[in-house]
């Protein structure tokens, strides 16, 4: 029993195959993305608007942070074979956040950029209203 352990254990030590060199070189690509994850981060810390106090910087730096935190939680999925999936399902956060900057941006709405990111905002609240009387055993909320 103790030479099928060392023979299983010589396999393991054997030249690397076509996927361990798919993940060789997959992980300088994914060493790449965090570091452009990154540098998108430092720029847009870079160019803050100051007090976040007010509309549409407020909702604007919060998106951005938390899209950068789900972009790169995402990357780090990626890095093995059992987390990859995770990877999939957490790269819906920074596409829910684009998309919501884009609708906070985009000049051929009613409204301005600052009205738009208020109309987010009570969309939010609303939404996280009607989860926590969606949970089960959850306690509802007056008037629902």
């Known amino acids: 029993m103790t030479e099928t352990m060392i023979l299983v254990q010589e396999d393991k030590t054997a030249d690397a195959g076509p996927s361990d060199e798919f993940e ?9 993305a965090a570091g452009l994850g990154g540098l998108v981060h430092d720029y847009v810390t870079a160019r803050h608007p100051g007090p976040l106090d007010q509309m549409p910087e407020s909702t604007v730096w919060r998106l951005h942070l938390t899209a950068t ?10 890095r093995t074979r ?18 919501h900057l884009d609708f906070i941006a985009g000049g051929t709405r009613d409204g301005s950029s600052a009205l738009r990111a208020l109309r987010y905002e009570a969309g939010a609240i609303r939404e996280w209203g009607d989860t926590a009387i969606d949970v089960p055993g959850g306690h509802p909320v007056k008037g629902h």
């Open 82 to 99: 059992r987390s990859s999936l995770g990877g999939y399902i957490l790269l819906r956060g920074p596409l829910e956040a684009w998309s």
């Open 24 to 32: 060789s070189k997959f992980s300088v690509v994914l060493d790449r």
């Open 69 to 78: 935190a789900s972009y790169l939680a995402s990357i780090q999925c990626l």
